[in-house]
Nanobody, 124 residues
Framework: QVQLVESGGGLVQAAGSLRLSCAVS????????LAWFRQAPGKEREFLAA????????YYADSVKGRFTISRDIVKNTVYLQMNSLKPEDTAVYYC?????????????????WGQGTQVTVSS
């Protein structure tokens, strides 16, 4: 149906930057919201950022606001997460997701499709 594949993760030093990409393929809808979540060992999956199908409306968690930026390329059907000023506590597996997100864009329940995740490790 819909496949999402993350890339761009890796090891980076504190205060450094990474850009994650998520390629979306299969049966997609231009009205789908796209989002980024992360999950560290022993913790719940955490909402980071979301963007509406238009690409004009974005949402951010307080923990990353001002440091992370979500964007999407409609033609390439790809969503990005630019991460700046990274901290060791940002270490986690990062997931992209797609769904209607009609009610609560920050909830995992609003997303029907998920990528496999990409590891981001921030060293001190």
């Amino acid at each position: 149906q819909v496949q999402l594949v993350e890339s761009g993760g890796g090891l980076v030093q504190a205060a450094g930057s990474l850009r994650l990409s998520c390629a979306v393929s299969g049966r997609t809808f231009s009205s789908y919201a796209l989002a980024w979540f992360r999950q560290a060992p022993g913790k719940e999956r955490e909402f980071l950022a979301a963007i509406r199908g238009s690409g004009l409306t974005t949402y951010y968690a307080d923990s990353v606001k001002g440091r992370f930026t979500i964007s999407r390329d409609i033609v390439k059907n790809t969503v990005y997460l630019q991460m700046n000023s990274l901290k060791p506590e940002d270490t986690a597996v990062y997931y992209c997701a797609a769904g209607w997100a009609a009610t609560a864009v920050r909830s995992t329940n609003e997303y029907d499709y998920w990528g496999q995740g990409t590891q981001v490790t921030v060293s001190s």
